[in-house]
């Protein structure tokens, strides 16, 4: 395991984590973005936070010796965001939250990516 994957997948596993907590949660920042794009508030808990806290267990038992869990959590957290960013241009809503699904979808890209090659 390189450093990069190290790092890059850690860091993916907090943010999504915290993404997942923050829609059980449901934070009051997420929700005017979530309202825009079409999506149900009794969504927050399931699937979403749901889904998102699932795919960081999943990188963390990837990084703990089941590479398998973690190729599929990070490929599950890269579709999960592609679509997010669909819900966002089906709504022509390119704010702040569309540039967070961007962000998410490159940071989990990248663990992937480095989740393959390791």
Do not use: C
């Not at 709504?91 to 569309?98: H, L, M, V």
């Amino acid at each position: 395991m390189s450093t990069a994957h190290l790092v890059v997948t850690l860091l993916a596993i907090a943010a999504n984590a915290f993404s997942g907590v923050g829609a059980i949660l449901r934070l009051p920042a997420i929700l005017p973005g979530m309202a825009r794009v079409g999506i149900p508030e009794s969504w927050l808990v399931f699937p979403i936070g749901t889904l998102k806290l699932a795919g960081a267990a999943g990188l963390l038992l990837g990084l703990l010796g089941v590479p398998h869990i973690g190729h599929a959590a990070a490929l599950g957290l890269v579709l999960y965001f592609l679509a997010a960013l669909g819900f966002h241009v089906r709504a022509r809503d390119f704010s702040s939250q569309f540039g967070l699904a961007v962000g998410f979808v490159v940071l989990n890209s990248a663990t992937f990516a480095l989740t393959l090659a390791s």
